[in-house]
């Protein structure tokens, strides 16, 4: 308090030490888990033509990620074309063509270890009854 009035914003030294131990926790669970897993898989999409459809992974120890499609039933996997693909999430344009692909996403760390996210889809919205 100063002149009885209560101190306004973030104390600095209070938040540096906040962020001191946050990283402390992070590298502690980082040197704990270890290896490189999977909290949020993505989901499948129900959207229409036009629509902006939106997957994303959430996973620990990745140093990168690499979205991927499948065109034919997931027997060979291209990486994604997007202006974006080497982030945990991915946003892609809803055309006609991409109710055929197969999406997962590539996670590697460090080590050149790498593992994949479940399969997902994008599918058609069906029109509503009457319409």
């Given at each position: 308090?100063?002149?009885?009035?209560?101190?306004?914003?973030?104390?600095?030294?209070?938040?540096?030490?906040?962020l001191?131990?946050?990283?402390?926790?992070?590298?502690?669970?980082?040197?704990?888990?270890?290896?490189?897993?999977?909290i949020?898989?993505?989901?499948?999409?129900?959207?229409?033509?036009?629509?902006?459809?939106?997957?994303?992974?959430?996973?620990?120890?990745?140093?990168?990620?690499?979205?991927?499609?499948?065109?034919?039933?997931?027997?060979?996997?291209?990486?994604?074309?997007?202006?974006?693909?080497?982030?945990?999430?991915?946003?892609?344009?809803?055309?006609?063509?991409?109710?055929?692909?197969l999406?997962?996403c590539?996670?590697?760390?460090?080590?050149?270890?790498?593992?994949?996210?479940?399969?997902?889809?994008?599918?058609?919205?069906?029109?509503?009854?009457?319409?």
């Open positions: 308090m100063k002149d009885g009035r209560p101190k306004r914003g973030i104390d600095r030294d209070l938040a540096l030490k906040v001191a131990l946050c990283k402390l926790v992070k590298d502690a669970l980082d040197d704990l888990l270890g290896s490189m897993f999977i949020y898989q993505p989901k499948s999409v129900v959207a229409s033509i036009g629509d902006y459809a939106t997957l994303a992974v959430v996973a620990m120890n990745v140093s990168s990620y690499q979205w991927q499609y499948s065109q034919d039933g997931g027997t060979t996997w291209k990486n994604s074309g997007a202006s974006v693909p080497k982030t945990a999430s991915i946003t892609v344009e809803v055309t006609a063509g991409v109710f055929d692909l999406r997962r590539q996670l590697t760390d460090a080590d050149g270890n790498k593992i994949y996210t479940d399969v997902v889809v994008i599918t058609e919205a069906s029109e509503p009854e009457g319409g």
